[in-house]
């Protein structure tokens, strides 16, 4: 199963994606964290990401879709994939599509949760990220058990450089004019589905498993 996860930042996007990957056994590919996890390694590559990313715009197409056709060929994505964070522009997507039709294959789902503008400035001031294994948490909404420390592997939690409300702003301009042109893009594949993403993240998540099962 190939799922796309699509959605503003801050939607919710990386809860659902993870939730998917251990209820169907497939890997979480968020380009975001491997772009985070070379900023912590300070290899070139996380170097260049970072002044875009600190801008709150988004790393050129040509550095992120190498990685992401890099990622995909790997053995663990045999049985398919959850893609968090990817495609953020037509461009994108179609290297995705010659690339998965180039194995007579095609995506499932791509998945929209959908949340308004409105909420997403205060769903990322409460975000808390673990930058060792990629958890997300919300002070109010999605709490860790100890405060600061992440349940899965227990590294302190930190506040995104980019999650500051200018950059946020900031992303969500770019977001509306080069990513939710995307949803036109797979719903005229027919493979767009739309869940509501203000719900709790587990009712948000039956939703998702309804789709992926029907
Ligand atoms: P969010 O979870 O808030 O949607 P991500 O972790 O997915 O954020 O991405 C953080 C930043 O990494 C983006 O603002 C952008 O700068 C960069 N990035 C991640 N994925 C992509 C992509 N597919 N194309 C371009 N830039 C990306
Ligand atoms: P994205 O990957 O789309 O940027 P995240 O999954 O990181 O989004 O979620 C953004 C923030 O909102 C995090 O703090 C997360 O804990 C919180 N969050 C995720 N889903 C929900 C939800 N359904 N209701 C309330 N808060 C949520
Ligand atoms: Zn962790």
Redesign the pocket.
């Known amino acids: 199963m190939k799922i796309i996860m699509l959605?503003a930042?801050?939607?919710?996007?990386?809860?659902q994606a993870k939730k998917i990957a251990a209820q169907y056994g497939i890997p979480h590919i968020s380009t975001g964290d491997i772009f985070r996890a070379n900023i912590k390694e300070q290899t070139a590559l996380g170097m260049e990401a970072k002044s875009y990313m600190d801008k709150g715009q988004l790393v050129p197409d040509e550095l992120t879709v190498k990685i992401l056709l890099d990622r995909v060929a790997k053995d663990d994505c045999k049985n398919g994939y959850v893609l968090?964070g990817y495609p953020r522009t037509i461009p994108q997507a179609e290297v995705l599509d010659k690339a998965v039709s180039e194995l007579n294959e095609a995506i499932d789902f791509a998945i929209n949760v959908d949340v308004p503008d409105e909420n997403i400035i205060h769903?990322?001031s409460?975000?808390r990220a673990c930058l060792n294994c990629g958890a997300?948490?919300?002070i109010e909404?999605?709490p860790p058990k100890q405060a600061d420390i992440c349940d899965s592997c227990g590294s302190p939690l930190v506040i995104r450089d980019d999650d500051k409300p200018d950059t946020v702003k900031q992303r969500l301009k770019v977001y509306h004019e080069q990513t939710q042109p995307l949803i036109d893009y797979y719903q005229k594949k027919g493979i767009l589905k739309e869940v509501d993403?203000t719900?709790?993240?587990d009712k948000?998540f039956d939703t998702i498993k309804k789709i992926l099962e029907a």
Do not use: I
């Open positions: 959605g930042p801050g939607a919710g996007k990386g809860t968090d769903r990322m409460g975000r997300t948490y919300h909404a999605l993403g719900l709790d993240a948000v």
